[in-house]
């Protein structure tokens, strides 16, 4: 079993850039595909990127596609969402997720593992 913590965030001004940082630990972190997901106020949650358990391949949602990158470090059992060119409509708390099997899927409830969550808002 795997345990996340995510890290960063916070308040970014439209057309600005953060990074978020998500800790894992109590398990063989490269044995687990990770990705991100969101949830905007008053919207159901959705998926924004995962990455295969070697870092060889990501995969994104189209609304993030060439803004935000997605990044996996084993050795720190770390994996990073770089995001850029936000905008106000990427406001939400951002979690990631773990799943210990290969495949990379878009779908939250195939990821068994998720942290707390950390909060990003997109000022216009």
């Known amino acids: 079993q795997v345990q996340l913590v995510e890290s960063g965030g916070g308040l970014v001004q439209a057309g600005g850039s953060t990074r978020l940082s998500c800790a894992a630990s109590?398990?063989?972190?490269?044995?687990?595909?990770m990705a991100w997901f969101r949830q905007a106020p008053g919207k159901e949650r959705e998926f924004v990127a995962a990455?295969?358990?070697?870092?060889?391949?990501?995969s994104y949602a189209d609304s993030v596609s060439g803004r935000f990158t997605i990044s996996r470090d084993n050795a720190k059992n770390t994996v990073y969402l770089q995001m850029s060119s936000l905008k106000p409509e990427d406001t939400g708390v951002y979690s990631c997720?773990?799943?210990?099997?290969?495949?990379?899927?878009?779908?939250?409830?195939?990821?068994?593992?998720w942290g707390q969550g950390a909060q990003v808002t997109v000022s216009s």
């Open positions: 997720a773990a799943r210990p099997l290969p495949s990379i899927v878009t779908i939250q409830h195939q990821y068994p593992y």
């Open positions: 109590g398990s063989t972190f490269s044995g687990y595909v």
């Open positions: 990455i295969r358990r070697s870092g060889d391949i990501a």
